[in-house]
């Protein structure tokens, strides 16, 4: 009698969870600022080009695509307009080359790598100068980032690795001809290094504030120049981008997943930093974003040399970045519920929600990785989905001593409710900003408003550590 009891539990809870990853698994794509609740409206009803209804979820939310996923991505380099990193004209005629041709992740990657390959040669009428292959190259380092996001979903996933060398040529030309051109390096860390590149305002040797830049799950380093580099190079600070595991180099070239323990990740650019000359090794900040707020915040609670944090958004558990249908799936036993993902939930899925699933395991599975870079689905669901819950820092956030600031939005669409329980949690200095859709800085890093973000950040930053 126990074990058909037990069989009536666990049946209706497997058909919800097949049933509901139909309607769920695509709120998943959105993170791609690299993670409102995911089973919330990832967005407003679209009808048409221009602003969602102002009923809406998200009101006030430019609509490009009639789907939220592409939607957010495209807002992403919109918003990036302000730093250079995108073109309002070139994005928002792809954008009406994309829907002309019909929204796929087939047109999407197909026009934004043409538009960054575009960038990338010789314009008509002559040679560009320095300065305009700079700015042309760090666009293209913008519209590849596009393409490579949702590569997984079109008809060439074997493209991926490819894809994503074509950015970071665009990027590292990019960086080759700024004025002074970053320090570029390997810091150690295991058998993998992590490739760095050291910002500053100038060459002067100054001794400075520094700040750390981290990305998320899934976004790349011209993402760290739009939500970052700028605004600390106009302040006097320095600012130093990397790939740490899971991300950029390491993941699609070296195939180093992401790691929980992330003052691992933290500690050796730290000892880089302070042994240059010209950084000041008693004013050095860490930055998170997207799912980073989780990651800067487990590297503070170990690494006291961080002398102030700053969590955008603030999260305690990626896990629930993913809807509840598809942590169901995991269970104590590996056979189980390896089962229960190859049988009974991958046949009912979707080709769209199978590339979702793809996309977002990727960063966490090497073998996850590589099987959808030859158009198939991972068999392991267990592995990954035991790392990702790892990341949860909960338990040691109270351990932070640094000032800490804790960013929130409206409209969170992956982590909601989890920046107000991490400032919650701190014992240290802390601060609490939610921006909002009064001035279009809703949704999960604010992707329209990058400049705002940054506004907030460096003035806290210059505020908690001043000598820039």
């Known amino acids: 009698m126990k074990n058909a009891a037990a069989d009536r539990t666990s049946a209706p809870s497997r058909r919800s969870t097949i049933s509901g990853l139909v309607g769920a698994a695509g709120a998943l794509l959105a993170a791609g600022c690299t993670a409102t609740d995911p089973m919330s409206a990832p967005g407003p009803t679209p009808t048409g080009p221009g602003s969602a209804p102002a009923g809406g979820p998200t009101p006030g939310v430019m609509t490009l695509f009639d789907n939220p996923e592409f939607n957010f991505s495209g807002l992403l380099a919109l918003g990036g307009s302000g730093q250079g990193s995108g073109e309002v004209g070139e994005v928002l005629t792809a954008v009406n080359a994309i829907n002309k041709a019909g929204l796929s992740a087939q047109s999407y990657v197909q026009t934004f790598r043409k538009l960054g390959d575009q960038l990338m040669e010789a314009p008509e009428g002559g040679r560009p100068g320095r300065g305009t292959r700079r700015l042309r190259a760090l666009r293209a380092a913008q519209y590849y980032a596009q393409a490579l996001f949702f590569v997984l979903g079109s008809d060439d996933p074997g493209s ?6 074509a950015g970071r040529g665009a990027w590292d030309v990019f960086c080759k001809l700024c004025d002074p051109a970053p320090v570029m390096g390997d810091v150690p860390y295991g058998k993998t290094p992590l490739p760095v590149w050291f910002f500053r305002p100038d060459a ?4 400075r504030p520094t700040v750390i830049l981290t990305n998320g799950s899934d976004g790349q380093n011209v993402d760290m120049w739009t939500y970052g580099v700028p605004a600390a190079l106009e302040r006097g600070w320095n600012a130093l981008v990397y790939d740490g595991p899971g ?6 070239v070296d195939r180093v997943v992401f790691t929980p323990r992330w003052e691992n990740v933290v500690t050796p650019l730290v000892d880089w930093l302070v042994a240059r000359t010209d950084v000041d090794p008693g004013k ?3 930055t998170g974003l997207s799912m980073a707020g989780d990651l800067v915040s487990r590297a503070a609670a170990f690494e006291r040399r961080i002398a102030a944090v700053v969590a955008m958004p603030g999260c305690l558990e990626p896990w629930l970045g993913f809807p509840p249908e598809i942590r169901r799936i995991l269970t104590p036993s590996k056979e189980e519920t390896n089962t229960v993902w190859k049988k009974e939930v991958v046949p009912k899925l979707s080709p769209a929600d199978a590339a979702t699933m793809k996309k977002r395991f990727e960063p966490f599975s090497v073998p ?3 099987a959808a870079r030859r158009g198939r689905l991972f068999t392991d669901f267990y592995t990954p989905a035991r790392l990702i819950r790892s990341l949860t820092v909960t338990d040691v956030v109270g ?5 800490t600031l804790v960013l929130d939005y409206e409209f969170e669409q992956f982590y909601p409710g989890q920046a107000r329980r991490l400032f919650d949690k701190l014992t240290a200095p802390k601060a609490y900003v939610k921006l909002t859709a009064a001035t279009g800085a809703q949704l999960h890093c604010s992707p329209m408003a990058p400049q705002q973000h940054c506004e907030v950040v460096f003035d806290w930053l210059g505020e908690t550590l001043p000598g820039g």
Not at 160 to 165: F, M, Q, R, T, V
């Open 247 to 252: 991300q950029g180099q390491l993941i699609f």
């Open 368 to 370: 996850a990785m590589l």
């Open 399 to 403: 351990r932070i001593k640094a000032p």
């Open 160 to 165: 991926e690795e490819a894809l994503y060398k």
């Open 284 to 286: 050095i900040a860490l």
């Open 204 to 207: 002067s040797g100054r001794r």
